[in-house]
T-cell receptor, first 111, second 118 residues
Framework: GQNIDQPTEMTATEGAIVQINCTYQTSGFNGLFWYQQHAGEAPTFLSY????GLEEKGRFSSFLSRSKGYSYLLLKELQMKDSASYLCAVRRSGGYNKLIFGAGTRLAVHP | GAVVSQHPSRVICKSGTSVKIECRSL??????MFWYRQFPKQSLMLMAT?????????EQGVEKDKFLINHASLTLSTLTVTSAHPEDSSFYIC??????????????FGPGTRLTVT
């Protein structure tokens, strides 16, 4: 079976740092993605981790621990435009590179 | 680069009719395309995977006779919702994978199609 868990909602203040966690249980793990999705729009790619450790890209960083089935997305220097849903997705090994998405975390950034 | 378009962006149809949604990769050849459905405040659910020139592979619980997928070329896949019902109202999103360059593991998403069945 497969299961991906994320908090449903989070709030944070403009300029602050927020960490969004994702835990997963899946057979055939082959990488983890984070996507940002604004309401009514398609997801946009943020990060990809396949090896343990931290990947940093500007204000966004993503961490993966394969042994713990755990990842987090770290957003620094929050801006109002960061208010969106953040989707954790696991890539299954095997053909077609299927992605299995978590339910998403709705982040609200307040002034 | 790596742009995926969908048409139409919004469609309203009457119950019992069929609706076709197009997904195009504009600047790359998509060896594989994926169709997702997303209900309000829920995540993306994979419906099917299609490869150019072959039959689509449907996820468990998705009716292949109701959701017809055709991947006729390396840049176009279509999803036809047949005999639509109000419960089919949803946000349909396609994605495409470019197997020829860059990061073949990455999926590029289209902007989505909002279907409303009345």
């Amino acid at each position: 079976g497969q299961n991906i868990d994320q908090p449903t909602e989070m709030t944070a203040t403009e300029g602050a740092i927020v960490q969004i966690n994702c835990t997963y249980q899946t057979s055939g793990f082959n990488g983890l993605f984070w996507y940002q999705q604004h309401a009514g729009e398609a997801p946009t790619f943020l990060s990809y981790n396949v090896l343990d450790g931290l990947e940093e890209k500007g204000r966004f960083s993503s961490f993966l621990s394969r042994s713990k089935g755990y990842s987090y997305l770290l957003l620094k220097e929050l801006q109002m435009k960061d208010s969106a849903s953040y989707l954790c997705a696991v890539r299954r090994s095997g053909g077609y590179n299927k992605l299995i998405f978590g339910a998403g975390t709705r982040l609200a950034v307040h002034p | 680069g790596a742009v995926v378009s969908q048409h139409p962006s919004r469609v309203i149809c009457k119950s019992g009719t069929s609706v076709k949604i197009e997904c195009r990769s504009l600047d790359f050849q998509a060896t594989t395309m994926f169709w997702y459905r997303q209900f309000p405040k829920q995540s993306l659910m994979l419906m099917a995977t299609s490869n150019e020139g072959s039959k689509a592979t449907y996820e468990q619980g998705v009716e292949k006779d109701k959701f017809l997928i055709n991947h006729a070329s390396l840049t176009l896949s279509t999803l036809t919702v047949t005999s639509a019902h109000p419960e089919d109202s949803s946000f349909y999103i396609c994605s495409a994978r470019d197997g020829t360059r860059g990061r073949p593991y990455e999926q590029y998403f289209g902007p989505g199609t909002r279907l409303t069945v009345t």
